[in-house]
């Protein structure tokens, strides 16, 4: 018989009822060092004291109303990120699907308003996430997400993962936009170097394409950079933001410069909830936070030092480990063992990571991790490792 939740997850056996910073109280009274943070969601962590009052305060006046009327916590947070980016304006969502799901429209608009509507090409890396809409699927091609859900929007094409040789076979004067991660999520925590992202922007310079970059995990000061592509010097023509931003309250964004939200006129898009003002609120509190240079200073101090912990730990379990990769708090363990494994031996000395593919394991704490939580992260890591190496789990994955 069908359960009442409808099965689509393969769900670890713990519930949470509470969390505070980088901790997560269990049902039974069990705390739980979070590195998994929502999947990179609870950025300032659990019940952060400055979001739970910028949520309540706003409850407290007005939840929802409806964007055919002046939203003034929209706008404030449009200016936010407006001001701190290369964005001249802000689409909000509810979700990173639909904020690719926008970046895709507004693309394909922007060669149907420039006389161009057969200029639908939308260039990919294999190993894409960006959500799980008919569209999105479409955009990252897996056959494990779209086995089934066929006939699937045309117009994507996979190039193999970082092979800028292909994307510069690939680029053509027809491509609409390149859409990218600067470092895959779900793929397996891996980077584009910066030269290779600055490649990209050059080819697409050269071609006209637009460059979409899908920051909604590596974004909003995960990888100690307000954004990850500024660490390549570039900017993109649309970015899509989610995740992070909302520090656990549903928000995602898609900001844009003139040029390529040009085409999008009244009309042309909307959302019932998208850019609500309890979600605005609270995403305003989140970036006000997270822009700060002192506290983007602080994510770097200690990815640094995760990162040197981490070395150590693959240097001293290398059947479990094989590397480290990544950058700032979103970094990834590529395993030698299935990753569901580390995950499970991890739940057991009460640590939270996520799988990813690519056989990795990733750790996303919240950004708000201190030192001692991050030592003490690590040493049950290595114990979950030893574990593993006395007595291997079978592979769960
Ligand atoms: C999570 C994720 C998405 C989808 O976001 P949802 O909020 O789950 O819709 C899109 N792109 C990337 C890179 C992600 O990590």
Not at 223 to 240: K, N, Q, S, V
Request: aromatic content about 6%; some cysteine.
């Amino acid at each position: 018989m069908i359960p009442s939740l409808l099965p689509t997850y393969n769900r670890a056996p713990l519930a949470f009822v509470r969390g505070e910073g980088s901790w997560l109280v269990a049902e039974d009274g069990s705390r739980y060092l979070d590195l998994g943070a929502g999947i990179a969601v609870n950025a300032l962590g659990h019940a952060n004291p400055a979001l739970v009052a910028a949520l309540t305060e706003q409850a407290g006046r007005v939840w929802h109303v409806s964007n055919v009327y002046r939203i003034p916590e929209q706008e404030r947070l449009a200016e936010m990120l407006v001001e701190k980016t290369f964005a001249d304006t802000v689409f909000f969502t509810n979700s990173g699907t639909e904020a690719a799901e926008l970046a895709i429209k507004m693309a394909r608009k922007y060669w149907h308003e420039k006389g161009q509507p057969e200029r639908i090409e939308i260039l990919t890396f294999e190993g894409a996430f960006h959500g799980r809409s008919t569209g999105a699927i479409a955009a990252a091609g897996s056959e494990k997400m779209v086995k089934g859900y066929g006939p699937l929007m045309p117009g994507f094409h996979a190039l193999p993962w970082g092979d800028i040789a292909a994307m510069k076979a690939a680029i053509t004067d027809r491509t609409a936009a390149v859409m990218i991660e600067p470092i895959q999520g779900e793929g397996g925590i891996r980077p584009l170097p910066d030269e290779d992202l600055k490649a990209i922007r050059a080819l697409c310079d050269a071609t006209g394409a637009l460059l979409i970059l899908d920051e909604v995990q590596c974004g909003m000061g995960r990888t100690g950079r307000l954004f990850a592509h500024e660490w390549a010097g570039i900017t993109p023509d649309i970015l899509m933001v989610a995740k992070g931003i909302g520090g656990g309250f549903p928000i995602g964004a898609v900001l844009a410069t003139e040029a390529a939200a040009a085409a999008m006129t009244a009309g042309s898009h909307g959302s019932t909830y998208g850019g609500n003002p309890l979600a605005c609120a609270v995403g305003a509190r989140v970036l006000e936070i997270v822009s700060d240079p002192a506290f983007l200073a602080s994510v770097n101090r200690k990815a640094g030092l995760l990162r040197q912990k981490l070395e150590a730990l693959v240097a001293a379990h290398p059947a479990i480990f094989e590397l480290v990769r990544g950058q700032g708090l979103m970094l990834g363990l590529r395993c030698r063992v299935a990753p569901a494994d580390v995950v499970a031996a991890g739940y057991a000395r009460h640590v939270l990571t996520v799988a990813a593919a690519d056989n990795t394991l990733r750790l996303l704490p919240p950004l708000t991790i201190t030192e001692e939580e991050i030592a003490e992260a690590v040493r049950r890591l290595d114990a979950a490792a030893a574990a593993l190496e006395t007595a291997p789990a079978a592979s769960s994955v």
